[in-house]
């Protein structure tokens, strides 16, 4: 678990290079919503803000057809509320 020093909302939107992610668990789409990729100390991933439904074992999809396989999540709190929902590949 990591701490922002601002809310989720602001962090995401802080990055021009946001992009928009399908998440598809079992082949079936679940959800799309806007992440970026980063990496940290666990290693590499796509953060998406807290409540964006994503779990280990989903498939992450870009519009170009690129794929990410969810291996772990993680949460990264503001304030002591979780923001960032953060899905390691």
Known sequence: MGFLPVPGE???????????????????????????????????????????????????RTGTGKEYQVEFTDIDEYNGSPSIVKAYY
Do not use: M, Q
């Not at 970026?36 to 803000?49: C, K, V, W, Y």
């Open 10 to 60: 602001i962090y995401l939107n802080d990055f021009p290079d946001k992009t928009r992610y399908f998440i598809c668990r079992s082949g079936s789409p679940v959800t799309k919503a806007d992440g970026l990729t980063n990496s940290d100390e666990n290693g590499r991933h796509i953060a998406f803000l807290y409540g964006t439904d994503v779990a280990a074992g989903d498939t992450i």
